[in-house]
């Protein structure tokens, strides 16, 4: 199985290594095409701020050190990175990394969702390239099946493992419904940015933005459809909303304990869920003390976040387990690709046949006929299976890719797929 990744990611090197291998999508689609002029039948690339990685197949051997010079210079990046920040996998080592990466347990941030969008960009970028056949078609969706058997299966993706995340997960616990709430983000920076994303997308009912700089928390509260208020008047708004979620550089507390009180008097003191991830904190630590406000800072949520990096970590042995068994599938069917199996399968396929149909047949015959039967029917098959077989074997004049187009193409037309590995994996979206 001539299968090859060339890589690097953050087990193999730093972000200002990574960094100069990092491939856009115009310089994939640019440079898909150029590896199939350097022999390389089937090959798909996909990169992220934690890896690249270029997966290849054929049977012309290109030396590891000949790929990974073709990957830095793509990237004009000689002088900064060398083959030894690099990762060569090949044949069966090479499906499992894949697999692991496709189910996230191979990711900075174990059970990481995003990673699977980012390898179907890359091999659907491929695919309109015309780099991708049986095998690496095969291999992705396979990959594919994989990752979503590890969501679905597993609790490998559950449970916030970014404060941004884990702010909203909290507000989701203690408030049922949270399309009947409202929330106040004061800040317009990259947390508060994310932080108010994932609580619109979880459905919060209103959500306004406030911040130092109008035309930030215009800008932001354009992008998540909320609604910019002055950071000058925010306090009145606070009788109106459930949720705060804070994250400004400020020396001064953004709000006081006092100033809760007064809030409080004001809401008749219903429950008040206050997110503090300022650094330092926004909101002042005694304000947890007053009677239905829930106050958390930064420390409280990585307490949560480190909580279920703890769970998925756990579930790493459930996720292998997938892994396993598809890839013992998929070694099944690339083993099923070689002609000496497939010649031998369509034989017995034929013969089981041949046999069913005499058997049935048999009392139609004089015994004196029935052996002549046995001998025209074999001699019949025989004939019609000469030049399939013939043609299975004298491949020498194709590429391996084509190779296996024909074989699986004649597994497919006879239904001599094996049972698992015959179930074509989707590309589950």
């Known amino acids: ?45 996909f990169s992220t701020c934690n890896r690249t990685e270029l997966y290849t197949f054929s049977h012309v051997h290109r030396a590891a050190e000949d790929l990974k010079r073709l990957l830095i210079e793509a990237k004009g990046a000689g002088a900064s990175v060398r083959p030894g920040d690099m990762f060569v996998l090949t044949e069966a080592k090479a499906t499992e990394h894949l697999f692991r ?41 396979t990959a594919f099946h994989v990752g979503k058997r590890a969501r679905r299966e ?24 949270l399309e009947e709430k409202a929330a106040l983000v004061i800040g317009a920076g990259k947390m508060a940015d994310l932080t108010a994303k994932h609580i619109k997308s979880k459905g919060i009912g209103k959500l306004f933005i406030t911040n130092r700089t109008p035309e930030k928390a ?42 809760m009180k007064t809030i409080q008097r004001v809401r008749g003191n219903e429950r008040l869920f206050v997110i503090d991830i300022g650094v330092p904190r926004n909101i002042e630590p005694t304000a947890r003390e007053l009677d239905n406000v829930f106050l958390y800072d ?65 009392n139609r015959f ?18 019609l299976l000469h030049m399939p077989i013939v043609n299975l074997r004298n491949g020498y004049d194709e590429t391996a890719t084509e190779q296996r187009q024909k074989i699986s193409i004649v597994r497919k037309l006879f239904g001599i797929d094996p049972p698992k590995a015959g179930k074509e994996p989707t590309d589950d979206k």
């Open 1 to 45: 199985m001539p299968i090859t990744c060339v890589g690097i990611s953050h087990h193999t090197a730093l972000i200002d290594i990574r960094e100069r291998l990092w491939f856009s999508d115009d310089e994939i689609r640019a440079l898909v095409p150029h590896l199939r002029s350097n022999g390389l039948e089937e090959s798909v690339l």
């Open 101 to 141: 990466v496709a189910s996230g347990i191979d990711s900075m941030v174990i059970g990481d969702v995003q990673i699977l969008y980012q390898m179907k960009d890359g091999f659907m970028m491929a695919r309109d390239a015309g780099t991708t056949h049986t095998t690496m078609n095969r291999l992705f969706q």
């Open 154 to 177: 597993t609790a490998i993706s559950e449970g916030a493992v970014s404060v941004s995340y884990a702010a909203v997960e909290l507000a989701g616990k203690i408030f049922d419904n």
């Open 218 to 259: 215009e800008q932001l509260a354009s992008a998540v459809g909320g609604t910019p208020v002055p950071f000058e008047s925010f306090h009145h708004h606070l009788r109106d909303v459930d949720i705060v979620l804070s994250s400004v550089q400020s020396d001064q507390f953004v709000l006081t304990t006092r100033e």
């Open 298 to 362: 930064i420390d409280s949520l990585q307490g949560l976040v480190t909580e279920n990096l703890q769970k998925r970590r756990a579930e790493i042995p459930k996720v292998e387990a997938i892994i396993a068994e598809e890839l013992a599938s998929f070694e099944q069917w690339t083993s099923s690709l070689e002609s000496h199996p497939t010649i031998a399968a369509l034989t017995k396929l034929a013969e089981e046949i041949r046999q069913a149909e005499v058997e049935r047949n048999l």
């Open 366 to 383: 004089e015994p004196k006929d029935r052996e002549l039967m046995d001998i025209v029917t074999k001699r019949i098959v025989n004939k």
